[in-house]
């Protein structure tokens, strides 16, 4: 297949946008990016959502974002795989530029959560689970990954505490992110302080919804002209696997199957190991799933990827920025914030501003390739990318 | 890029489905269509569905159904563009194979619309036009097709009478087809005295909403067996295209612009005229969307296109199953039914089953290539595929 380059990234910060629609934060996100891009022209545009339906009461939002951009003739399409649809739509923009059939596609994550109050909200968000068999429950995402974070603490007898090192890596990386929602440093002291979200989850275990947009310029490598702005950074894989989307259907729930495979399929299409990787942006909507993240990319066996999070020098593989396998680089979905479908487009993005060396405060010290992963469900779906340097 | 065929298409009858759920008629569908391909095994589903998220309460169709489908471990993602839906999955499918990404992927379109009562659906509905612009002065979609078909009338001097021609032709056709929502042709009498639903469209120029699903299955020419069940038919083109999503922006209301773009589009790419094709499945949601269409794509002038549907032999290029441009062969949107996200599918199924020759009394003579068009909104999404046999 077609090498296939990201020549534009551009995003809004992420947090509470009252003031501003959701057709204005997605062209705030799109006008960066084709800024970014040197000007290129998109034939079409992949728009990663997951809630703008019932959250909104916008639908449509390929031809209305199209329009709004004042690219009204290209090609467009929303694409949704609940927490994973930012990904997802980087991939089918991905496959359009591979085919040959564009050559230059617009990938926009755009999530207003914020309007609302807080219950619609995870009436919502609950639809992404599955409706007969656990949402009639009462089942929520959230009471979901409280009962794989009990179990796993049951499972491997592991304290809670020992999550912390998440959500410390993820606000302290934050801390230097100017589009971070949280931009502060937490102690494990106030860790353990938080209040009770949904036991054992508490307030620093569970990613704050918010709005936010995020956009990508994907072209062929050849069609860019000589010494372009930036350095090029190419998708050498992706890939996206589904797993069962009700829990109780699974053998084992606490193995991330669908993730594991598509790191898998995705290090085969680079010709790599994850261990070739110089950081790793994952899904951590949930602490939990953080660490079922790192065991499931097979950087940690099973019931000891918390042990990576941990303050110190104890384990060789850290997660920090200057250790061997950084994480949530700009404050991941804990810190920077989780704005539904567009959290996977802006884990793509941070990737590729650390494979341009310009991350700042943030930087990952000699970061040549990245792990992007984001999850729909309890890894219902995965959608994997590996973005390098050429 | 590579040959993109056809191996298998599935369908289950269209109407009120309401003792089977969204996922049980999205399944019949598959195991139609993978029966019907000879058990090839797909690694990626791509659904078309428009209203699930906020009619059903279901999101994340993608794992759902390819997890009730026992198709767990595929890939699989939602994609959205109002009735194009469908249409748009089409397309994604089709890049992924076309990209050499996947070699075998199934499109479902499926939709749920006859569970819910009216006004809640029509409000579904309405998420797909603008909402900050249009929906929040009580425009809904109906609305918008009256609109256009009060402007047609004035414009072109029409009377409504004139308009019969397209729900004969549907219903005509309908009445042979086992999986049409109605089976029963219409005369000029019953169309000229039906109930009014929003001045001037009557009864018969709205398409029902309407239950159901409908599957393909797509690979590459390569892939199957020398003496394949089927004769081999190829996607010779694919275009998809938006316009502006409201009305009020367009200068002339009455050229459905990205409608004739696709068109153009796709028949470049498969190297033919408009008028090479033996048959053209049109999106006739409303009488005036059928006009419209022919008009875009060239078949008729501005405010001529109903002279096409007229009775006898006055105009050379006639619409029913023996004339020389058969439009809606199995009933089209007014007769077969319009399930939404599905509909798009229902095209390309009822376009493969023309190109085989085994339509029955639905069949058109000596077909070989087919012009397949959904529209979303007022054609403010439009997805042309041009399919042939090999």
């Given at each position: ?12 910060p992420v947090g509470e946008h ?96 914020t ?65 971070a929602m ?28 918010a709005d936010g ?124 914030g ?53």
């Amino acid at each position: 297949m077609t090498d296939v380059v990201i020549a534009g990234v551009g995003q809004t910060p992420v947090g509470e946008h009252w003031d501003i629609s959701l057709r204005e934060l997605a062209l705030k996100a799109i006008e960066a990016t084709r800024q970014d891009a040197g000007g290129l022209a998109p034939q079409a545009l992949f728009v990663g959502n997951m809630l703008a339906p019932s959250i909104s009461g916008q639908a449509h939002l390929g031809a209305l974002i199209a329009d709004f951009a004042g690219l009204t003739g290209i090609e467009a399409s929303a694409v949704e795989a609940a927490g994973a649809s930012g990904g997802a739509a980087l991939r089918q923009a991905y496959l359009a530029v591979a085919a040959g059939a564009v050559d230059v596609a617009l990938v926009v994550g755009v999530e207003k959560m914020t309007d609302r109050t807080g219950s619609s909200v995870e009436a919502a968000i609950t639809t992404t689970i599955d409706g007969d068999f656990e949402g009639v429950q009462g089942l929520t995402p959230t009471a979901q990954a409280a009962l794989l974070m009990r179990r796993y603490m049951y499972e491997f007898e592991v304290a809670h505490e020992c999550f912390a090192g998440f959500p410390l890596i993820a606000h302290a990386n934050g801390e230097s992110n100017p589009n971070a929602m949280f931009r502060k440093a937490i102690s494990a002291e106030t860790y353990r302080r938080a209040g009770m979200v949904s036991d054992p989850l508490n307030m620093f275990d569970v990613a704050p919804n918010a709005d936010g947009a995020a956009a990508l310029l994907l072209t062929r490598a050849e069609l860019l002209p000589a010494g372009f702005l930036h350095p090029l950074v190419r998708i050498s894989g992706s890939s996206m696997v589904t797993d069962t989307l009700a829990l109780h259907d699974r053998p084992d729930p606490l193995a991330f199957h669908a993730a594991r495979l598509s790191v898998e399929r995705a290090c085969r299409q680079a010709g790599i190991l994850p261990t070739d990787v110089n950081l790793f942006e994952l899904y951590d909507a949930y602490s939990i799933f953080a660490a079922l993240s790192l065991e499931a990319a097979g950087f940690a066996g099973r019931g000891q990827a918390w042990q990576l999070a941990q303050d110190g020098d104890a384990h060789p593989l850290r997660l920090n920025l200057h250790g061997s396998l950084p994480i949530s680089t700009f404050g991941g979905l804990k810190a920077r914030g989780n704005p539904g479908g567009a959290t996977g487009v802006y884990q793509a993005v941070e990737a590729v501003i650390q494979l341009r060396g310009l991350a700042g405060k943030n930087q990952v010290p000699g970061a040549r390739r990245a792990l992007v992963q984001c999850l729909g469900g309890p890894a219902s779906s995965a959608v994997t990318h590996i973005i390098e340097v050429i």
